[in-house]
């Protein structure tokens, strides 16, 4: 009884320890990780804009919805975060948003760049993912995501359709496809009724 006793505090002891040395450990680091994503999220918004040099947030999305004023003074609600690209000359180089869908393994975050003026995607970076290593984690490479720049909005975006997928990632594939279109049917009025769309 008296060894049971003894083991359980030193135990106790053990996990009380590695605890706190976990929480100080993510307290320690959470500003470096949240830095860290925000420079990422930044290359990405650049990247999925190529005449964008830089960017600014026209609305800020929540899960309750943020605002976008409209010309009329009125505002209208967005549910998703919409980055505003800027060129050299400070003019408007298209949007950028990030879509998410469920995939194989998990929830898959995509960038989306998009020219409102000719209604056509510009870029596409898979941000997250859990897809299987040589399979679904193939929805990264340069031949996947390269088929979505210059595609229409008023297309299907529909694996074995209008989208190639990637052999032995169906799951994957259609994620990342239907991700994109979704998000494009609930952003499009959006920037409509907030002028952005010409």
């Known amino acids: 009884m008296h060894e049971t006793l003894k083991l359980i505090i030193v135990l106790g002891l053990i996990a009380t320890i590695s605890g706190g040395v976990l929480a100080y450990v993510h307290q320690t680091m959470a500003p470096a990780i949240e830095e860290n994503k925000r420079v990422a999220l930044g290359e990405a918004i650049l990247e999925v804009l190529p005449e964008a040099t830089s ?33 050299a000359d400070d003019q408007h180089a298209g949007i950028a948003f990030v879509a998410e869908g469920n995939g194989f393994g998990g929830n898959v975050q995509v960038m989306v760049g998009l020219d409102p003026t000719s209604r056509r995607l510009v870029g596409v970076k898979i941000l997250d993912h859990l897809e299987t290593p040589g399979l679904g984690a193939r929805i990264t490479e340069p031949a996947f995501g390269d088929q979505f720049v210059n595609k229409s909005l008023d297309d299907a975006y529909v694996a074995k359709e209008d989208v190639d997928i990637i052999t032995g990632a169906t799951i994957s594939s259609r994620a990342v496809a239907s991700a994109i279109k979704n998000t494009l049917v609930q952003i499009e009025p959006v920037l409509r009724a907030g002028g952005v769309w010409e």
């Not at 600014?56 to 549910?79: F, R, Y």
């Open 55 to 87: 960017y600014e947030v026209l609305s800020s999305g929540s899960s309750d919805g943020d605002t976008i004023p409209t010309g009329g003074g009125t505002q209208i609600v967005s549910q998703h975060t919409i980055y505003r690209g800027v060129n």
